[in-house]
């Protein structure tokens, strides 16, 4: 598909230019300079959005992510990406508003701050990126969602036959079922926008992170102390060559914990008028937000790591480190599958509608693209053909390329990498420098620039060893049968 940069910019998100006399009242108190509702959110309220974003299923893969790089390196590299994280958001916040921080224009998605700074080719690639990113995590959401459903299975076949049952089960047909629910999901008109979904999906992220940081906790006083070693795992467990692909894969793994720039300025979109300026205030949300994800993080990953040593599972839940009791497991993997029913949709609805916008200017005169045809359920209800057909091959597509790389660590470990460079260091810093005018070569300039060379590097990295644990999976996995 060719995407000029009018189209990316336009059909990313729709207009969000909204005119007093739209709303139905006069300009006055109850507008904000845009003529939108005045807002009214806080630091506190921005905080805790970014948390109910930001903890998911990443966390449960940063217990093994630790087992690769030991004490010393581990909690230092998640400290590290804390750092960067925090510091990129920064820039961003700052791109919240072209010009001045207090009366500029708004910006009010990452793809309108990257649209009102870039241009050309730069613009492109994000919504490419973006767009991939998408599909990436939606692969990535039916497999964990599928193993969960495949975990709860397991869990009861070991409680009731005992652990040395191998209770083999296979993940295709859970991954079929989460594939049917997405197809009817998907067709629900705004299903993002419905006003329990982000509470729902907090609580259950909440519920499973901390019935995995119990579980640690209560492994290692079961242990009577921590295992683990300062280098992580040993050679002679895993080769050294193993070792250095599987320790790259842990930097993806825990940059995929950190990729949430995307969702940054919709947020900072929601925090009141100033003064203080929306940047001061989103900087200090970032900070809290930052201080508490990571503090949750090492929690989680240093417990997953201090109970289970260099046998810490790729998935602190599913893996079976744990099997009583039985049905907490099955409440924490429920909980996960309920969360990433609602994560898939949220996800995807920006893809969903840059698609069917563009379907539609493209072939405005075709019934098939803009018409509706009506169905008889239990009421009538009026279906778009292009809509539901396209979104069911998407969701078709990804349902069987899941089916065929069933891995969540190496999938999730390739997504952190592909989505961590360009989207929360490359993009941030581009429009930094050219929202401040920071001039080249100046000690600034130099300073930003090696700061997201580096952040490539490490980038390349973790998808050189995603892509290794990919290939070493594949020996001994058959698509559709195991």
Known sequence: MAMADNVVATYYYPPMEVAAAELGQTAGSKLDDDGRNKRTGTMWTASSHIITAVIGSGVLSLGWAIAQLGWVAGPAVMLLFSLVTYFTSSLLADCYRSGDQSTG??????????????????????????????VGVSIGYTIAASISMLAIKRANCFHGNGHADPCKVSSVPYMIIFGVAQVFFSQIPDFDQISWLSMLAAAMSFTYSSIGLGLGIVQVIANGGVKGSLTGISIGTVTPMQKVWRSTQAFGDIAFAYSYSLILIEIQDTIRAPPPSESTVMKRATMVSVAVTTVFYML????????????APGNLLTGFGFYEPFWLLDVANAAIVVHLVGAYQVYCQPLFAFVEKWAAKRWPESTFVTGEVEVPLFRTYKVNMFRATWRTAFVVATTVVSMMLPFFNDVVGFLGALGFWPLTVYFPVEMYVVQKKVPKWSTQWVCLQMLSLGCLAISLAAAAGSIAGIKSDLKVYHPFKT
């Open 105 to 134: 224009k708004r910006n009010y998605t990452y793809m309108d701050a990257v649209n009102a700074n870039l241009s050309g080719i730069k613009v492109q690639i994000c919504g490419v990126l973006q767009y991939a990113n998408i």
């Open 300 to 311: 989680c990953g240093c417990m997953g790591y201090a109970a289970f040593g260099d046998a």
